[in-house]
């Protein structure tokens, strides 16, 4: 046998070198790809055997042969990863594009791609396919617990907060029934925010807060992604709310209302009026808060508004209409606080007196105000920051107006004034 042997297929072919030297196997030598390909045999029927396949490859078009033995190994193994692939999750992938995401991934990166997977997993969740309806649920049913109060301490959220916020959520899961939160987009969230026009821009702007406190809890709770864009919907955005007038009381309405209130009512309008405290912590308070350090009320931080403690000045006005208090003890309001919305109502309008929203912390901030001509003094009586008082509070009313409401004393009181003055109860 004459060699190179020289194997033909149509217009493909192969040459089998004999062994040379110390070299001791069969070549088989072939073009393809416009490259010389090369592969090694240790006996001449295999030689033969894979030049005669090689040759039919190649006439056939196929590109196979430009694989050597340990690329052909390679390329079956990958080619069963992706069939596995395939079987377990429903998708094909082919091994270019494998191969290719592959090469794009690692390049970006510096450090190994499974090492950058595993970090991914690690900080990003797999967000949770929960019914719109049911998440709020779940929302507004952790939330009532924290109404309760533990260990007699203040609850963590008012009641009438609490119901404020399951009501507004509630419109919200009702406008997108049979949804998932994970499903919701910006359109949803303006279908909302454009189906509440009836509402003020104050309003709305409180109803926002609540929808974006419960997406971020839905985010927390896996059921929405962190990157959602959701609050970049047109409706979401804040509006400019006009805060309008601030009206208040005047001093013979104070009046009227003080002398016509029981037993009961005269009390909390008297602190309200005469002290600047919010109607939600004078109803918290006890007698031994009023009476207990001299000269102050003392709003411990589980009775304000702000959690923080204050001391708020007894003027002699306010010091007058309390004092045939003195020897009460307990809570200063029993009843529910719509009982005492109910009854200032009839009272107010028993009187002709026209309403007033928060008129009698408003008249106390704007008369302190006019009267001291000190936003921080104001600030610190009223538990508000000294810019609001500033701004809304300043130029309302005259000095001697202020000086007007810190003069409605009861019936009987006004030669008790002086003796106040000089115990030490000054405005």
């Keep these: 046998m004459r060699f190179p042997v020289t194997i033909r297929h149509r217009a493909s072919s192969a040459k089998i070198y004999a062994p040379a030297g110390k070299f001791a196997y069969y070549r088989v030598a072939y073009a393809t790809a416009g490259k010389r390909r090369m592969q090694t045999f240790a006996a001449y029927s295999d030689a033969k055997t894979a030049a005669e396949r090689i040759v039919r490859e190649l006439a056939n078009g196929s590109q196979a042969a430009a694989l050597n033995a340990s690329q052909s190994r390679d390329a079956l193994t990958a080619f069963e990863r992706l069939d596995g692939y395939f079987k377990s999750k429903g998708k094909r992938v082919s091994l270019n594009t494998a191969v290719a995401d592959y090469l794009d991934a690692v390049g970006r990166l510096n450090v190994p791609l499974s090492a950058a997977v595993t970090g991914y997993l690690n900080t990003v969740a797999t967000v949770k396919r929960v019914d719109l309806a049911a998440a709020v649920k779940e929302f507004v049913d952790g939330r009532e617990a ?162 923080s403690r204050r001391l708020v000045e007894i003027c002699p006005a306010l010091a007058a209409w309390i004092e045939p208090y003195r020897q009460h003890e307990g809570a200063l309001w029993t009843q529910s606080r719509d009982t005492y919305h109910a009854a200032f109502v009839e009272l107010r309008e028993s009187l002709k007196i026209p309403a007033r929203k928060n008129g009698l912390r408003h008249a106390f901030c704007t008369y302190h105000f006019a009267l001291h001509g000190n936003e921080n003094l104001t600030a610190a009586q009223a538990g508000n920051s000294p810019s609001v008082i500033h701004q809304a509070y300043k130029g309302l009313a005259t000095k001697a107006e202020a000086e007007k409401w810190f003069k409605v004393l009861p019936p009987k009181a006004a030669k008790n004034v002086i003796a106040l003055k000089a115990a030490g109860l000054t405005q």
Aim: with cysteine; glycine share 4%; net charge positive.
């Design 146 to 307: 924290e109404t309760k109060s533990v260990n007699g301490k203040r609850p963590e959220l008012s009641k009438n907060y609490f119901q404020i916020t399951k009501l507004w959520l509630g419109w919200f899961e009702k406008t997108f029934p049979a949804t998932a939160v994970c499903d919701l987009t910006k359109e949803h969230l303006d279908k909302f925010m454009a189906g509440r026009s009836h509402l003020a821009a104050k309003s709305k702007n409180h109803l926002r807060a609540t929808v974006k406190m419960f997406l971020n809890w839905c985010i927390k709770k896996d059921y929405l992604p962190a990157n959602h864009r959701l609050l970049d919907a047109s409706g979401m955005k804040r509006q400019k709310a006009d805060s309008g007038e601030t009206d208040f009381y005047r001093p013979a309405e104070l009046q009227a209302m003080l002398d016509a209130a029981d037993d009961t009512m005269r009390p909390i309008i008297a602190l309200q009026g005469l002290a600047g405290i919010r109607l939600q912590e004078a109803q918290r308070l006890t007698w031994q808060d009023v009476f207990g350090t001299a000269e102050h009320i003392a709003i411990s931080a589980t009775k304000s508004k702000t959690r």
